[in-house]
């Protein structure tokens, strides 16, 4: 709950006020406070100049504010001490001049979070506090509302399943946390991973990559299409930043247990803090769970693979003075999980129920850390300065099974054992300058900085022998031996460097966003079954953005942006003894965003044309599992609506068609599809607060549902195999009473069995990737 407080200096000499003077001016107050809420919630800029007005509860002179999109603003000092300041300071509250009346503190107070699920702002799309009709780029936020509403909190993918462009879960339920998604034709694993607005796309050379606790995040912004020239590191596709739960002036104290299928048991708690003044604020977030989960192994009496996992994240934020903010804040993620979904075919192509992996031997356990600053300070009106830095680490021990062919009787399944350690080390840096300022009758907001991001990622993997299985009568708990046979024993580090300026040029309606960037990459590779095994690249490039947008004055916003992205890859490529070639692309994108004045509801349309070359795809003939095209294009269009229908009932709208097509291939397959690519994708989601109709006994009930649309993928490139569309139903029940909230969230609610693609190889074998089941979570909320 967000508090605002006011005080109002008399504009003429009263000394002894009558009580109808009082009351008339307290009128006035509560009036002049609720048209200042109301301007923070119109107008982002308007509530940051505004700050100067705001006072805390309890006289202090000192506060910060919370904006639209849920980050913390710096906190502004008032122009008047309080009469209980005077006191604390030994002054006589009767020696304040009788020409300035101080009246009490008037304290109007928020209703918790926002209900609805639009966004007016956002700083993914420039790196600037920009409203999002004036991005020329396709965008969505999700906030922490929605996540809360429909349980996000098993795997972070599950954030993005109402989001046009973008289809997570590729390879089905995945226990393990990785992060599988692509956007817009694109596989996005790594590649979109950004928190906090710096890249957390550093990966191993085999499995590791950073994943993220749904729990820890404030919200998530979908930024689509090419990204680079703000990010460096950005895909063709686009990028998913991640926003960390940091301290703010309110305090917060929220526990939360849940339970449910597959015996999910989770606790979370979320505690915040601040002084009286509102320069030093703390929060803790943390989070444990222990599930079961859907991956059943046959024959074994209900063995199910598992999920052990812990989080917490201490933050901090110290603010010496009005115009200097310093946030300091680290986490801590350990993660332990079994098999995953991958359902093993038959020679002749038929899914089975055989399971690959071993109970007893399957294992995916990472341990990650991280460290983290965001210093930021407003030199004057015009210029402010920013730092954002952050390191972090993964350890991990991978062991699974590999698939090695079928005997004479077409049952028996030959089996190879691998087992990985992989160490990623993360170094990101950014440093901008933002300045506001004005020739003639242009405004202008400039950005220039420079980032630096070091990835170093070392792989040592055995591999050995390992029983077979009956993939129609399998018998698990079989011993599997050690892997002692090394395999790979390589280590890559890749420095990039970039300089960066933008400037959005407005003129009257017309605002004018243009963008420039020059990278610098150096990468060095060792690998023992290279010979030479030292191999060094150095590459740099260009990259731009330009966009135009026309703002009018009922919301309607139409667009038409330029942008291109420049991406080094982590791996190697087994065909030449060397790195991936970096991968770029380039888009022409049309939309138009209409956002109703006064309002949050949000209304996108867009249509692009995005072309990416040097594109890493799928290839089980490589030891690493992926090669490289040479050329894919995509053109596609989006839809979006994000919209409160009427009073208590809230909406979201989400199309998106997709045309990809490889245009330029090595291997024969122009003209086709890629891999695990639908052509089309649908959702809506609806939710009611009951309460709105003015029944006693419904008060705090809300009720909400959901559809998700999938269409069908190319199971291979010669496009000769296809998965079939596939349509799932999500359901939630809540109940607010007081400081308690409880949910019950259903997905996939008619328990559809599904499969979200197949590698099968015909004569070969292959494994099925099979969707999440039904789940059904109870959740318990106290905020107190």
Same mark, same amino acid.
């Given at each position: 709950?967000?508090?605002?407080?006011?005080?109002?200096?008399?504009?003429?000499?009263?000394?002894?006020?009558?009580?109808?003077?009082?009351?008339?001016?307290?009128?006035?107050?509560?009036?002049?406070?609720?048209?200042?809420?109301?301007?923070?919630?119109?107008?982002?800029?308007?509530?940051?100049?505004?700050?100067?007005?705001?006072?805390?509860?309890?006289?202090?002179?000192?506060?910060?504010?919370?904006?639209?999109?849920?980050?913390?603003?710096?906190?502004?000092?008032?122009?008047?001490?309080?009469?209980?300041?005077?006191?604390?300071?030994?002054?006589?509250?009767?020696?304040?001049?009788?020409?300035?009346?101080?009246? %009490? *503190?008037? &304290? /109007?107070?928020?209703? +918790?979070?926002?209900? #609805?699920?639009?966004?007016?702002?956002?700083?993914?799309? $420039?790196?600037?506090?920009?409203?999002?009709?004036?991005?020329?780029?396709?965008?969505?936020?999700?906030?922490?509302?929605?996540?809360?509403?429909?349980?996000?909190?098993?795997?972070?993918?599950?954030?993005?399943?109402?989001?046009?462009?973008?289809?997570?879960?590729?390879?089905?339920?995945?226990?393990?946390?990785?992060?599988?998604?692509?956007?817009?034709?694109?596989?996005?694993?790594?590649?979109?991973?950004?928190?906090?607005?710096?890249?957390?796309?550093?990966?191993?050379?085999?499995?590791?990559?950073?994943?993220?606790?749904?729990?820890?995040?404030?919200?998530?912004?979908?930024?689509?299409? %090419? *990204?680079? &020239? /703000?990010?460096?590191? +950005?895909?063709?596709? #686009?990028?998913?930043?991640?926003?960390?739960?940091?301290? $703010?002036?309110?305090?917060?104290?929220?526990?939360?247990?849940?339970?449910?299928?597959?015996?999910?048991?989770?606790?979370?708690?979320?505690?915040?803090?601040?002084?009286?003044?509102?320069?030093?604020?703390?929060?803790?977030?943390?989070?444990?769970?222990?599930?079961?989960?859907?991956?059943?192994?046959?024959?074994?009496?209900?063995?199910?693979?598992?999920?052990?996992?812990?989080?917490?994240?201490?933050?901090?934020?110290?603010?010496?003075?009005?115009?200097?903010?310093?946030?300091?804040?680290?986490?801590?993620?350990?993660?332990?999980?079994?098999?995953?979904?991958?359902?093993?075919?038959?020679?002749?192509?038929?899914?089975?129920?055989?399971?690959?992996?071993?109970?007893?031997?399957?294992?995916?356990?990472?341990?990650?850390?991280?460290?983290?600053?965001?210093?930021?300070?407003?030199?004057?009106?015009?210029?402010?300065?920013?730092?954002?830095?952050?390191?972090?680490?993964?350890?991990?021990?991978?062991?699974?099974?590999?698939?090695?062919?079928?005997?004479?009787?077409?049952?028996?399944?030959?089996?190879?054992?691998?087992?990985?350690?992989?160490?990623?080390?993360?170094?990101?840096?950014?440093?901008?300058?933002?300045?506001?300022?004005?020739?003639?009758?242009?405004?202008?907001?400039?950005?220039?900085?420079?980032?630096?991001?070091?990835?170093?990622?070392?792989?040592?993997?055995?591999?050995?022998?390992?029983?077979?299985?009956?993939?129609?009568?399998?018998?698990?708990?079989?011993?599997?031996?050690?892997?002692?046979?090394?395999?790979?024993?390589?280590?890559?580090?890749?420095?990039?460097?970039?300089?960066?300026?933008?400037?959005?040029?407005?003129?009257?309606?017309?605002?004018?966003?243009?963008?420039?960037?020059?990278?610098?990459?150096?990468?060095?590779?060792?690998?023992?079954?290279?010979?030479?095994?030292?191999?060094?690249?150095?590459?740099?490039?260009?990259?731009?953005?330009?966009?135009?947008?026309?703002?009018?004055?009922?919301?309607?916003?139409?667009?038409?942006?330029?942008?291109?992205?420049?991406?080094?890859?982590?791996?190697?490529?087994?065909?030449?003894?060397?790195?991936?070639?970096?991968?770029?692309?380039?888009?022409?994108?049309?939309?138009?965003?209409?956002?109703?004045?006064?309002?949050?509801?949000?209304?996108?349309?867009?249509?692009?044309?995005?072309?990416?070359?040097?594109?890493?795809?799928?290839?089980?003939?490589?030891?690493?599992?992926?090669?490289?095209?040479?050329?894919?294009?995509?053109?596609?269009?989006?839809?979006?609506?994000?919209?409160?229908?009427?009073?208590?009932?809230?909406?979201?709208?989400?199309?998106?068609?997709?045309?990809?097509?490889?245009?330029?291939?090595?291997?024969?397959?122009?003209?086709?599809?890629?891999?695990?690519?639908?052509?089309?994708?649908?959702?809506?989601?609806?939710?009611?607060?009951?309460?709105?109709?003015?029944?006693?006994?419904?008060?705090?009930?809300?009720?909400?549902?959901?559809?998700?649309?999938?269409?069908?993928?190319?199971?291979?490139?010669?496009?000769?195999?296809?998965?079939?569309?596939?349509?799932?139903?999500?359901?939630?029940?809540?109940?607010?009473?007081?400081?308690?909230?409880?949910?019950?969230?259903?997905?996939?609610?008619?328990?559809?069995?599904?499969?979200?693609?197949?590698?099968?190889?015909?004569?070969?074998?292959?494994?099925?990737?099979?969707?999440?089941?039904?789940?059904?979570?109870?959740?318990?909320?106290?905020?107190?």
């Amino acid at each position: 709950m967000k508090a605002y407080t006011k005080t109002i200096k008399g504009l003429c000499p009263l000394t002894r006020p009558t009580k109808l003077v009082i009351a008339i001016q307290y009128a006035l107050l509560s009036l002049a406070v609720a048209g200042h809420v109301h301007a923070q919630d119109a107008s982002p800029e308007s509530a940051r100049k505004s700050q100067m007005n705001v006072l805390p509860a309890g006289g202090n002179a000192e506060t910060s504010a919370t904006d639209s999109s849920g980050s913390g603003d710096k906190a502004s000092k008032g122009n008047a001490p309080s009469t209980q300041e005077n006191a604390q300071q030994g002054k006589n509250p009767e020696s304040v001049k009788p020409s300035e009346t101080v009246l %009490p *503190t008037l &304290v /109007i107070r928020e209703k +918790g979070v926002q209900e #609805g699920y639009g966004t007016k702002s956002s700083i993914v799309g $420039t790196k600037t506090r920009t409203p999002i009709t004036e991005i020329p780029q396709s965008m969505s936020v999700i906030s922490r509302n929605e996540l809360d509403m429909r349980a996000v909190n098993l795997n972070f993918t599950e954030a993005l399943r109402y989001i046009p462009g973008v289809v997570p879960d590729q390879f089905g339920f995945n226990g393990t946390g990785f992060e599988y998604v692509s956007m817009r034709g694109f596989n996005s694993l790594s590649t979109a991973n950004f928190r906090d607005n710096l890249s957390q796309q550093g990966r191993g050379l085999y499995f590791a990559d950073f994943i993220t606790d749904p729990y820890s995040l404030e919200r998530v912004e979908v930024l689509r299409g %090419p *990204t680079s &020239v /703000i990010f460096g590191r +950005g895909d063709a596709g #686009g990028i998913i930043n991640r926003v960390t739960k940091l301290p $703010t002036s309110t305090p917060i104290r929220e526990v939360e247990l849940q339970y449910g299928s597959f015996d999910r048991k989770r606790i979370a708690g979320d505690f915040g803090l601040a002084n009286e003044d509102g320069t030093l604020m703390f929060r803790l977030v943390t989070t444990a769970l222990d599930t079961d989960t859907q991956v059943r192994f046959p024959n074994t009496g209900g063995d199910r693979a598992q999920i052990r996992r812990f989080y917490i994240s201490p933050s901090l934020t110290w603010r010496p003075t009005d115009r200097t903010s310093v946030t300091l804040f680290g986490d801590i993620l350990n993660n332990r999980s079994e098999a995953s979904a991958f359902y093993v075919a038959t020679q002749g192509g038929s899914p089975t129920n055989t399971l690959l992996g071993e109970p007893t031997f399957t294992r995916y356990s990472t341990d990650q850390a991280s460290f983290s600053y965001k210093l930021e300070h407003h030199f004057n009106d015009t210029f402010t300065v920013r730092q954002n830095f952050r390191f972090m680490g993964l350890d991990g021990r991978f062991r699974d099974l590999n698939p090695a062919g079928f005997d004479a009787d077409g049952r028996t399944l030959f089996r190879s054992a691998l087992s990985t350690r992989e160490r990623v080390n993360q170094t990101v840096l950014d440093t901008h300058v933002e300045a506001r300022t004005r020739t003639g009758p242009l405004n202008h907001t400039v950005l220039a900085g420079i980032d630096w991001n070091r990835v170093e990622s070392t792989l040592k993997s055995f591999t050995g022998s390992a029983p077979s299985i009956d993939i129609f009568n399998p018998v698990y708990f079989q011993p599997v031996p050690t892997p002692d046979s090394p395999f790979i024993d390589g280590n890559q580090k890749i420095d990039q460097v970039g300089f960066y300026v933008q400037d959005q040029i407005k003129l009257n309606q017309w605002l004018l966003t243009l963008s420039g960037r020059h990278d610098r990459v150096s990468n060095v590779t060792n690998v023992n079954v290279f010979d030479p095994q030292h191999t060094a690249s150095k590459d740099s490039a260009y990259t731009g953005r330009a966009g135009l947008t026309y703002l009018f004055s009922n919301g309607i916003a139409p667009y038409f942006s330029y942008s291109q992205s420049f991406l080094p890859q982590y791996g190697i490529d087994f065909g030449n003894n060397s790195p991936f070639k970096p991968a770029r692309a380039s888009q022409y994108e049309v939309g138009i965003k209409y956002q109703p004045p006064g309002t949050r509801n949000l209304f996108t349309a867009a249509l692009f044309e995005l072309t990416k070359t040097n594109v890493l795809i799928p290839d089980p003939r490589t030891p690493l599992g992926v090669s490289q095209a040479g050329e894919i294009r995509s053109r596609g269009a989006e839809l979006e609506a994000r919209t409160e229908v009427f009073r208590g009932l809230n909406a979201i709208g989400a199309f998106s068609y997709v045309d990809v097509k490889v245009t330029e291939s090595a291997s024969g397959f122009t003209g086709n599809m890629p891999v695990r690519v639908p052509n089309l994708t649908t959702s809506g989601w609806l939710d009611y607060n009951l309460g709105t109709l003015n029944v006693d006994w419904l008060k705090g009930f809300f009720i909400g549902g959901g559809v998700r649309y999938v269409g069908r993928v190319f199971n291979d490139e010669a496009n000769t195999s296809t998965t079939p569309s596939f349509t799932l139903f999500d359901a939630v029940l809540r109940y607010d009473h007081g400081p308690w909230q409880f949910l019950i969230n259903a997905n996939n609610i008619f328990d559809e069995k599904y499969y979200t693609a197949n590698n099968v190889v015909p004569g070969s074998g292959g494994q099925f990737f099979l969707g999440t089941r039904r789940t059904v979570i109870g959740t318990l909320k106290l905020r107190f």
